[in-house]
């Protein structure tokens, strides 16, 4: 008999580098069958267990009968379900039939969910909600009693290529479908490269503290089943929640989002031993001000706090460890394969520490494509941009000033939206704060502030502070208090509905 072959990815015992996610599964299952997969936590905070053998029986189940059902490679299923573990189980089972998935929020508006669906045309709808009208539906309890007919061992080991297609609202809230035209899994080059950028590892306890539907904490969920990690996986994300379920489950990794951070940071009483179990800490999907990021500092260890900075199109990634960003205070790191450049609004190549367009080059990027609009087109160098703007240091760290679409030109001057919600946000008594331009005759866009307070605070209060720290010029001129800024399920605010808002108040 031949020798094994040695594999980075500790569940492999094939030949092939390269695993599906169902062989992956089937590998864990094997190894850990009556160990915990998934831990959900309930709205009525009733905890429920799936072992990886039963993960692993429920998703082959529905991928057979989603075969029986016609679903092969090239066929799309749309899963609007919140983080529950079926959700998790029916992911598993599209991709074993060689299915797209298809991720939408549980709370989408119907016209967004026809928009979608009239985009990826699906061959099946699954949700608890109200169902689509001209696509065939159901519900979770009806997807299970369905399949539970179907056998429970593994169907043939194929790609499923396209695999997924996320609908992207950003913060414009126009709808974006971008297909993955390539197979889900990963390669022990792959898991290397994601160990490097994220800090993850094997067998840990994860928490899962954004919505699957949403890129990053997607990849961090499956990423982290792939490696054999225990998911515990709570249906909401409110701040004290999480810091609750780290100490109870005493969680070694977390990704967040900056806003999630944020809100974590002000609890009343929250301190260093509440995540004295977390061995990693992974934030993405969004601005991270310098001084959040050195109160996470101050209760995670420098190396073991991890910062990603990428977008759906895949256009570029980029990586930064805390040690790292002490050495390069603001920055969101480098490329690990690729190039970045920055340019002003003539395409001309800016120095270092001017700020301009961000363009990347990955050459190896996924092969990714919009289903509904055109395609960001690269230049004669293969540089793509989605808008970003920013500046490189002079060692070539990567430094995010704010989106294109987020600057508000007022009396002639350039204001970085992001950069005067930071300053907002360093009041002790502001939660959350967001900042818009409203149409105004004289300045052209006046800066506005909305704002989400721990207790009162006044207009007058939060100007004298933001002097300290902004020109007169990049001071709000108009404040809105708010019990709670309404930001969608991925911690996004979509700033053309709170625009539209705060003139409807007469703002």
């Given amino acids: 008999m031949g020798a094994t072959t040695e594999h980075f990815n500790i569940f492999n015992t094939g030949e092939e580098s390269f695993f599906t996610p169902g062989r992956q599964l089937a590998d864990i299952a094997r190894a850990k069958p009556d160990a915990p997969a998934i831990i959900y936590i309930s ?201 609750d379920l780290v100490k109870k489950y005493q969680v070694e990794y977390i990704q967040m989002v900056p806003t999630l951070m944020q809100r974590i940071i002000k609890l009343p009483g929250f301190t260093k031993e509440d995540f004295q179990s977390v061995k990693v800490l992974c934030h993405t999907g969004g601005i991270c001000s310098a001084d959040l990021k050195r109160q996470w500092l101050e209760i995670i260890a420098p190396e073991r706090l991890y910062e990603i900075y990428s977008m759906t199109e895949c256009i570029g990634m980029t990586s930064i460890r805390g040690d790292d960003w002490l050495k390069h205070p603001g920055s969101v790191g480098r490329m690990l394969d690729g190039d970045i450049a920055i340019r002003d609004d003539d395409g001309n190549p800016l120095p270092a520490g001017e700020i301009g367009g961000i363009y990347m080059r990955w050459p190896n990027s996924p092969n990714v494509v919009y289903k509904n609009i055109a395609p960001i087109e690269a230049d004669a160098q293969g540089y793509k941009s989605v808008g970003d703007m920013g500046y490189l240091d002079a060692d070539g760290f990567l430094y995010f000033a704010d989106r294109r679409s987020d600057m508000i030109v007022t009396g002639g001057e350039n204001v970085f939206a992001a950069e005067v919600e930071t300053v907002l946000k360093k009041h002790k008594k502001v939660v959350d704060a967001v900042v818009v331009g409203l149409p105004d005759s004289e300045w052209g866009h006046r800066i506005h502030a909305i704002v989400e307070s721990s207790e009162p605070v006044t207009s007058k209060e939060l100007i004298k502070h933001a002097l300290n720290f902004l020109p007169p010029y990049k001071i709000p001129k108009s404040f809105e208090f708010m019990d709670s800024i309404p930001r969608n399920e991925s911690g996004k605010v979509v700033r053309s509905i709170l625009i539209e808002e705060s003139l409807k108040k007469g703002f």
């Fill in 43 to 243: 709205p009525e905070n009733k905890e429920s267990v799936m072992t990886w053998r039963g993960l692993e029986q429920l998703s082959n189940r529905i991928a057979w009968y989603l075969m029986d059902k016609g679903i092969v490679p090239g066929k799309s299923v749309v899963v609007a379900l919140p983080n529950i573990p079926t959700h998790i189980a029916l992911a598993f089972g599209i991709w074993k039939a060689g299915g797209c998935y298809v991720p939408v929020s549980n709370k989408a508006p119907q016209k967004n969910m026809a928009e979608i669906c009239a985009c990826v045309s699906p061959a099946l709808v699954v949700t608890n909600r109200r169902k689509p009208d001209g696509y065939e539906s159901l519900s979770t309890a009806e997807l299970k009693n369905l399949s539970e007919a179907y056998p429970e061992t593994m169907p043939p080991d194929i790609k499923a290529i396209p695999n997924m297609a996320n609908c992207s609202g950003g913060t414009t809230g126009k709808t974006k479908v971008i297909q993955q035209n390539y197979a889900p899994g990963e390669s022990d080059e792959g898991l290397k490269a994601w160990f490097y950028i994220s800090g993850m590892g094997f067998e840990m306890r994860q928490l899962l503290a954004g919505p699957l539907f949403h890129g990053a904490p997607h990849t961090a969920a499956f990423n982290g089943l792939y490696c054999g990690n225990t998911l515990i996986m709570p249906a909401g994300f409110d701040a004290q929640l999480i810091v």
